[in-house]
């Protein structure tokens, strides 16, 4: 039975599940970027699309939470995506505090475009299926853990 790490060993750079994290996370932005080029899309703006490629007509509050996005981030996104023709921000009927997000015909087409973006990660983690998708659960328990702690 191994002891407990040491102070020095606890603090190693290679280590630590941030720097894991977080070097992770660049690298995927990094494979992410060219694709996205293609679509003229940000990482971030790819993220909201994707929200509303699953539900359309979304609130902003809706669309921060499931994004994990403070409204001073997401509505800049939001008026860029609304600018280059992929969504409409309209007050609801019912509760004009409320502004619903629309996609529009080109942000609905823009889904069939971004159809190989998945296949790419594929690829390039050289992972199959089901590990990718195990390797996301334990990312989403560990998130959401983290953000219970």
């Known amino acids: 039975m191994r002891s407990a790490p040491s102070t020095d060993e606890m603090l190693l ?9 977080y070097s992770a996370s660049l690298a995927m932005t990094r494979l992410y970027k060219p694709m996205l080029d293609k679509l003229k899309l ?15 007509g979304a609130t902003v509050s809706e669309l921060g939470e499931r994004l994990s996005l403070d409204s001073g981030t997401l509505t800049p996104l939001l008026k860029r995506l609304e600018t280059s023709g992929h969504l ?6 019912a509760d004009e ?41 334990q990312i989403q328990t560990l998130r959401d853990r983290i953000k219970a702690a």
């Open 97 to 137: 505090r409320r502004v619903r997000i629309t996609l529009s015909g080109a942000g609905r087409r823009l889904k069939a475009r971004a159809a190989d973006v998945p296949a790419c990660l594929l690829a390039a983690t050289q992972c199959d299926v089901p590990e990718l998708i195990a390797l996301t659960q």
């Open 13 to 21: 750079l290679d280590n630590q599940l941030c720097f894991a994290v």
């Open 42 to 56: 940000t990482y971030p703006q790819y993220l909201v699309m994707l929200a509303l490629w699953e539900q359309d």
């Open 88 to 93: 409409t921000r309209l007050r609801d009927a």
